[in-house]
C-alpha cells in the first residue's frame, strides 16, 4: 500500500469555523490532489499540487485553500466551514499528472459541518 | 449531461455470475481508469488503459476509443468483489480526471 495518511479521520464541527485537514505520503510523489466525494456526485477534485509551493485549483475550489510547504505534507483548509462542504474527502498521489498514471488515494476524511 | 456515465448504478448477482459494468464518455480523452472503492471507504486503481484490453487476475477491462466506451468484467464473482467501480477520465484537453458517479455491486453467496 502507497504510504498516505489523512488527519483527522473524523470531524464534526459548527458552521462558521476554521478547519484543516492534513494529508501525508511518505513515497515522495510530486502530484498531490484533494477531492471531495457526495452523493449523486463522482470524486470531484478541490485543488492539486504539482510542487512544494505549486498548486492550482480544481473544479469546486470556492471555500477552500490549500499550502504545501514539505514534500511530504499537503493541507486543506477550509477558512469558515459552511453546511455544503460537509462531505468525505480524499487525498491522492501520483507521480505524474493525473490521469497519466495511477493515482494512490489516502483512507478520507468524513467531516460534518452542523 | 454529466462527462462520464455509468450504468448500471447499481448492480446485484450471485456468486460465480460474469459481470459487466459499463462506461460511457462523451468528451475525446488520453487515459480512461477504473478504480474499486471498498465498503470501509478506501479507493484503490484497478486498471489505466488507453486502448485495447488489460487483465489482471479476474477482471478484464477493455476500451473503445471509437465508440467512446469501456467495460470492466468481473469473472466467476466472488462476495468480497462487492465494492463500487468507478471510472474516470483523462481528457485530452484537461490536466484532471473526471469521475463517473460508479456503479455500486453486490455479489450473494
Known amino acids: 500500500d502507497a504510504g498516505i495518511t489523512q488527519s483527522p479521520r473524523h470531524k464534526v464541527t459548527e458552521t462558521g469555523t476554521p478547519v484543516t485537514l492534513r494529508c501525508h505520503q511518505t513515497e515522495n510523489h510530486r502530484y498531490m490532489y484533494w477531492y471531495r466525494q457526495d452523493p449523486g456526485h463522482g470524486l470531484r477534485l478541490i485543488h492539486y499540487?504539482?510542487?512544494?509551493?505549486?498548486?492550482d485549483k480544481g473544479e469546486v475550489s470556492d471555500g477552500y485553500s490549500v499550502s504545501r510547504s514539505k514534500t511530504e505534507d499537503f493541507l486543506l483548509t477550509l477558512e469558515s466551514a459552511t453546511s455544503s462542504q460537509t462531505s468525505v474527502y480524499f487525498c491522492?498521489?501520483?507521480?505524474?499528472?493525473?490521469?497519466?498514471?495511477?493515482?494512490?488515494f489516502g483512507p478520507g476524511t468524513r467531516l460534518t459541518v452542523l | 449531461k454529466n462527462e462520464v456515465e455509468q450504468s448500471p448504478q447499481n448492480l446485484t448477482a450471485q456468486e460465480g455470475e460474469f459481470i459487466t459494468i459499463n462506461c460511457s464518455y462523451s468528451?475525446?480523452?488520453?487515459?480512461l481508469h477504473w478504480l474499486q472503492q471498498h465498503p470501509g471507504g478506501g479507493i484503490v486503481s484497478l486498471f489505466m488503459l488507453s486502448s485495447g484490453k488489460k487483465k489482471h487476475g479476474r477482471l478484464i477491462a477493455t476500451i473503445n476509443i471509437q465508440e467512446k466506451h469501456s467495460s470492466l468484467h468481473i469473472t466467476a464473482s466472488h462476495p468480497r468483489d462487492s465494492a463500487v467501480y468507478i471510472c474516470a477520465v483523462l481528457q485530452t484537453s484537461g490536466s484532471r480526471l473526471t469521475f463517473g458517479e460508479g456503479t455500486q455491486l453486490t455479489v450473494n453467496p
Open positions: 468528451v475525446g480523452i488520453s487515459a
Open positions: 491522492a498521489i501520483s507521480e505524474r499528472l493525473a490521469g497519466y498514471n495511477e493515482q494512490f
Open positions: 499540487s504539482y510542487g512544494v509551493k505549486d498548486t
